[in-house]
């Protein structure tokens, strides 16, 4: 039988991550929106801003993926 107390531990850890990305999940897809509107709204003249709409999505994408990662282990622990 397993000990609950590890298990309860193993849990909440995962949670935690998963509590903590939903912030950056919002503040991000924000960001990367307003400034992909401003890059179709103006094409071509704001050089710099693609760079950083890139470094946006891309740390968003490294955040979903993480996500994903601790839902699936999640996931494994209720039902396996």
């Given amino acids: 039988m397993p000990d609950l107390r590890v298990e309860t531990f193993y849990l909440q ?10 912030y950056f999940f919002v503040g991000l897809s924000a960001l990367g929106l307003i400034t992909g509107y ?3 709204k103006a094409k071509g003249r704001y050089k710099n801003l693609t760079i950083i709409h890139g470094i946006f999505n891309t740390v968003l994408l490294v955040l979903v993926l993480i996500n994903f990662c601790s839902g699936i282990s999640l996931t494994k622990s209720f039902l396996f």
């Fill in 13 to 22: 850890r995962i949670l935690n991550i998963e509590a903590r990305t939903e």
């Fill in 38 to 40: 401003v890059l179709n």
